[in-house]
């Protein structure tokens, strides 16, 4: 059974950092890409970036680009989200999505299979 | 603004039918495969339609999807109070060299 398993609420103040993880099980964790989406609160999904744990190839969203930073480590299948210094404005709910690409470069098609989500609520 | 424009809400009444309008341009829906996603609240997206109509396995056929030119739309026929959700569109933005998400419609069941 394909899974993605997300890591936990995590509460953190303006200027500090994080790193929250999906981690796949089910299927070969490097041969599909690992995408995240965020939705903050009350409003629809926003891709953030995407990346092919076989070979790192990461792209990133326009929006998000420089803003977050998106790694993989394939020894325990497991895809990253991290934020240098958290906004208040970071706050919203992250999934991880598995992506299908229909060859290389990466044209995503649809994403089939979801992680239940990180709540990041950002509060002084 | 989302690049794909949904409807913000809809509504009918059990047993009926209804339809979810997405409407994209040539640079995103018409040139490349549209997919469907379901949010129930409090809950993941789970993936409804790919491809522009295909379902996946365990989905059933109330749900249908089609794509002509710029526009998809998504059908739920013999509504249930079970379907009342968050319904989204996606597909690839060649302009933005992005994936994008329609705004989302919210659909009641009467």
């Known amino acids: 059974e394909v899974q993605l398993v997300q890591s936990g609420v995590e509460v953190k103040k303006p200027g500090e950092s994080l790193k929250i993880s999906c981690k796949g099980s089910g299927f070969s964790f490097t041969s599909y890409w690992i995408g995240w989406v965020r939705q903050m609160p009350g409003t629809g999904l926003e891709w953030m970036g995407i990346?092919?744990?076989?070979?790192?190839?990461?792209r990133y969203s326009p929006s998000f680009q420089g803003q977050v930073t998106i790694s993989a480590d394939n020894s325990i299948n497991t895809a990253y989200l991290q934020w240098s210094s958290l906004k208040a404005s970071d706050t919203a709910m992250y999934y991880c999505?598995?992506?299908?690409?229909?060859?290389?470069?990466?044209?995503?098609?649809?994403?089939?299979?979801w992680g239940q989500g990180t709540l990041v609520p950002v509060s002084s | 603004q989302s690049v794909l424009t949904q409807p913000p809400s809809v509504s009918a009444a059990s047993g009926q039918k209804v339809t979810i309008s997405c409407s994209g341009s040539?640079?995103?829906?018409?040139?490349?495969?549209v997919s469907w996603y379901q949010q129930l609240p409090g809950a993941a997206p789970r993936l409804l339609i790919y491809?522009?109509?295909r379902r996946p396995s365990g989905i059933p056929d109330r749900f249908s999807a089609s794509k002509s030119g710029t526009s998809a739309t998504l059908d739920i026929a013999g509504l249930q109070t079970g379907d009342e959700a968050d319904y989204c569109c996606?597909?690839?933005?060649?302009?933005?060299?992005?994936?994008?998400f329609g705004g989302g419609t919210k659909l009641t069941v009467l």
């Open positions: 999505a598995r992506g299908y690409c229909s060859g290389r470069p990466c044209y995503l098609n649809y994403f089939d299979y």
């Open positions: 996606g597909t690839w933005d060649h302009s933005l060299n992005a994936w994008v």
């Open positions: 040539s640079s995103n829906i018409e040139k490349n495969y």
């Open positions: 491809e522009n109509s």
């Open positions: 990346i092919y744990p076989g070979d790192s190839d990461t």
